[in-house]
């Protein structure tokens, strides 16, 4: 019996270090080599690099203006700046510890489900999380948005009010959670609290705590919000909380706004189209379990707790894909906090399913998983294996070794409109060398001493180049940067 049991524990390491180094791997493979998307990763970007470099670690600033658009708490800036000490002002500084709370999750989530609902089931909520291909790879993981730190709070704060009802100490964690998660996408963090009433109204576990935990759980989420609020008061008084609460809150929630419309099937589709194949997975479970009388989450009088575990994660799921299919602006990757507890449930379900089950269906769940976790995977590589340039991007990255630090930067339009600067190409000129992307086109540029002019190909002509008197700096496929002649 003990070498059988020690097989075991050597097989669940082994097999759980290589799903967990397939996640690494998924993760942080060529992180740094892909192009800065506009939206939301480059306003982030932007607003951390420019609060290093101010020393202002309260406001959030664009093009050195306070910025109004970007109403968010400042600790996934916080973020931001600590992968750009730890690996650079570059793409990969900007992801790193989106990449690392990632990884972080995955070992909270495979720890909580093996001393839970066993091995088994942390191996599969595992294997299903290393291969979610909208957690990894759209405006999550793999990216420099706020997303992965806030689903890494979101996940903490969920799994330790589950773990309240062994420890109450465990009460005020989810509180501090629950507090980081606010300060990282401010109101997305009241699914945190309405999870946890519905979650205390069903199972009646707020009967069995103290009045003083309350408060300390209050506490604890209260007080780095509110220090918080005070040290932006400081700064510009109501103003950004003001607009947070009217534009971020109300607005988004009470009418579609910047084109994000949707109706109630939005986030179902959502899900089918990055995680069709592991509903279907858990759906099979289901049939399988039903065909074979096989109660699935259902558990003995000693292990009642579980009941309690399993609510809650049903809650986690239902109550983010309910508030946010009733607010008006739909966004696909607001529901990355329900991809956690669906990857736990498909875990629990599938190891009850190969406890309970025949060997016909444990035969059919494994063949399942490889088939699931394989056409995944194989998507994951394509991805990862294959970012595609943006040569306006790596144009102004060509400035990084340049003489030009702290340059400012126009856009030339041959029919002098107004110049637009994409949030990408922003960020990447000022982790470059420090330029400083400014309005005005060509009359500005010529008129401003320690300036660079940026001209798409289309545009460029050895005519511009004579009659201004400028020189070509850098040039690739898609365009030219310039400079005056000294």
Same mark, same amino acid.
């Given at each position: 019996m003990r070498k059988t049991g020690y097989l075991r524990n050597v097989s669940f390491y082994v097999l759980a270090g290589l799903i967990f180094s397939m996640m690494v791997y998924n993760v942080f493979y060529n992180?740094?080599?892909?192009?800065?998307?506009?939206?939301?990763? +480059?306003?982030?970007?932007?607003?951390?690099?420019?609060?290093?470099?101010?020393?202002?670690?309260?406001?959030?600033? =664009?093009?050195?203006?306070?910025? =109004? #658009?970007?109403?968010?708490?400042?600790?996934? =800036?916080?973020?931001?700046?600590?992968? %750009?000490?730890? *690996?650079?002002?570059?793409?990969?500084?900007?992801?790193?510890?989106?990449?690392v709370c990632a990884i972080f999750m995955a070992v909270v989530i495979a720890l909580f489900m093996k001393n839970r609902f066993g091995r088994m089931a942390a191996i599969i909520s595992l294997l299903a999380l290393s291969t979610s291909t909208q957690?990894?790879?759209?405006?999550?993981?793999?990216?420099?948005?706020?997303?992965? !730190?806030?689903?890494?709070?979101?996940?903490?704060?969920?799994?330790?009010?589950?773990?309240?009802? &062994?420890?109450?100490? #465990?009460? %005020? +964690?989810?509180?501090?959670?629950?507090?980081?998660?606010f300060l990282t996408k401010s109101w997305h963090a009241g699914n945190i609290l309405l999870i946890m009433a519905v979650y205390f109204l069903l199972t009646r576990q707020w009967e069995s705590f103290h009045w003083r935990a309350w408060w300390r759980a209050a506490l604890s989420f209260a007080v780095p919000v509110l220090a918080w609020v005070l040290a932006r008061y400081h700064y510009d008084?109501? &103003?950004?909380?003001?607009?947070?609460?009217?534009?971020?809150?109300? !607005? /988004?929630?009470?009418?579609?706004?910047?084109?994000?419309?949707?109706?109630?099937?939005?986030?179902?589709?959502?899900? *089918?189209?990055?995680?069709?194949?592991?509903?279907?997975l858990l759906i099979g479970i289901m049939v399988i379990s039903y065909i074979q009388?096989? /109660?699935? !989450?259902?558990?003995?009088?000693?292990?009642h707790r579980l009941k309690a575990d399993v609510v809650g994660i049903l809650v986690w799921i239902c109550v983010p894909l309910l508030m946010f299919t009733l607010a008006k602006t739909k966004i696909r990757w607001y529901i990355l906090p329900v991809y956690p507890p669906l990857c736990m449930l498909i875990g629990i379900c599938a190891s009850q399913l190969w406890r309970k089950g025949t060997w016909r269906a444990r035969g059919l769940l494994l063949a399942g998983?490889?088939? *699931?976790?394989?056409? =995944?995977?194989?998507?994951?590589q394509k %991805?990862? @294996?294959h970012p595609k340039p943006n040569w306006e991007l790596a144009l102004l990255q060509q400035t990084a070794q340049m003489p030009v630090h702290g340059y400012e930067l126009f856009m030339y339009h041959p029919l002098h409109r107004k110049d637009h600067w994409p949030q990408n190409a922003v960020l990447t000129a000022e982790l470059a060398n420090d330029l400083k992307p400014r309005h005005g086109g060509l009359k500005t540029f010529l008129h401003t001493n320690?300036?660079?002019?940026?001209?798409?190909?289309?545009?460029?002509?050895?005519?511009?180049?004579?009659? %201004? @008197?400028?020189?070509? !700096? +850098?040039?690739? &496929?898609?365009?030219?940067?310039?400079?005056? @002649?000294?």
């Open positions: 992180l740094g080599k892909f192009p800065i998307s506009s939206w939301d990763e +480059a306003r982030h970007g932007v607003n951390a690099y420019e609060m290093l470099k101010n020393r202002n670690f309260i406001v959030n600033t =664009y093009l050195s203006h306070p910025d =109004y #658009w970007n109403l968010k708490p400042p600790l996934s =800036y916080w973020a931001i700046m600590v992968g %750009y000490k730890l *690996v650079g002002l570059n793409a990969l500084g900007l992801r790193l510890m989106s990449g957690y990894l790879l759209n405006h999550c993981a793999r990216t420099g948005d706020a997303d992965s !730190l806030f689903v890494f709070f979101f996940t903490l704060s969920i799994i330790s009010l589950l773990s309240a009802r &062994r420890q109450t100490q #465990w009460l %005020y +964690a989810a509180g501090l959670a629950c507090s980081l998660a008084g109501w &103003r950004f909380l003001k607009q947070m609460i009217a534009y971020d809150l109300l !607005l /988004r929630s009470s009418r579609p706004i910047e084109g994000h419309i949707g109706d109630e099937t939005y986030y179902g589709i959502i899900l *089918v189209h990055f995680f069709f194949w592991w509903l279907a009388d096989v /109660r699935l !989450l259902t558990f003995d009088q000693a292990n998983l490889l088939f *699931v976790a394989s056409f =995944y995977e194989m998507n994951i %991805y990862i @294996h320690r300036s660079l002019l940026l001209v798409k190909k289309a545009w460029f002509s050895k005519q511009l180049e004579h009659k %201004y @008197h400028l020189s070509v !700096l +850098a040039s690739n &496929r898609w365009g030219y940067i310039l400079e005056k @002649h000294a």
